[in-house]
C-alpha cells in the first residue's frame, strides 16, 4: 500500500556531495524504521544507515563518517546526505520501510561519481 519515491540521484565528481530524499505515497504517522541501501555488486543491497520512528539511527561501520541519515518531523521523508563522494560509491541507492511487519523498497536511484 505504502510507495516509496526517492530522489536526489544523478552525476556528481569526486569530492562532490548530493543529498538524496525518500518520501512515503501517504503518511505513515512517523511509524515504523526508514533507511537506506545500496547495491553492493554480486553481494545483494547492503545497509547504509537506518532511523526509527522514535529517531534512534544506526549506520553501518563501514559507511560511517561521510553519510548522514535524518527525516522529517512528519516522519514521512527520510534523507541520505553524501559528503566526498568517491567513484567506488557509484551504484543504486534505495529506500527502505519496515513498518507493522511488512518490508517496503523504492524503486531506487542511480548516483554516478565520476569526472
Known amino acids: 500500500q505504502v510507495q516509496l519515491v526517492e530522489s536526489g540521484g544523478g552525476l556528481v565528481q569526486p569530492g562532490g556531495s548530493l543529498r538524496l530524499s525518500c518520501a512515503a505515497s501517504q503518511s505513515i504517522f512517523s511509524s515504523g524504521t526508514m533507511g537506506w541501501n545500496r547495491q553492493a555488486p554480486g553481494n545483494g543491497r547492503e545497509l547504509i544507515a537506518k532511523i526509527t520512528s522514535s529517531g534512534r539511527i544506526t549506520y553501518a561501520d563501514s559507511m560511517k563518517g561521510r553519510f548522514t541519515i535524518s527525516r522529517d518531523n512528519a516522519g514521512n521523508t527520510v534523507y541520505l546526505q553524501m559528503n566526498s563522494l568517491k567513484p567506488e560509491d557509484t551504484t543504486v541507492y534505495y529506500c527502505?520501510?519496515?513498518?507493522?511487519?511488512?518490508?517496503?523498497w523504492g524503486q531506487g536511484t542511480l548516483v554516478t561519481v565520476s569526472e
Open positions: 527502505r520501510l519496515d513498518r507493522f511487519g511488512a518490508v517496503y
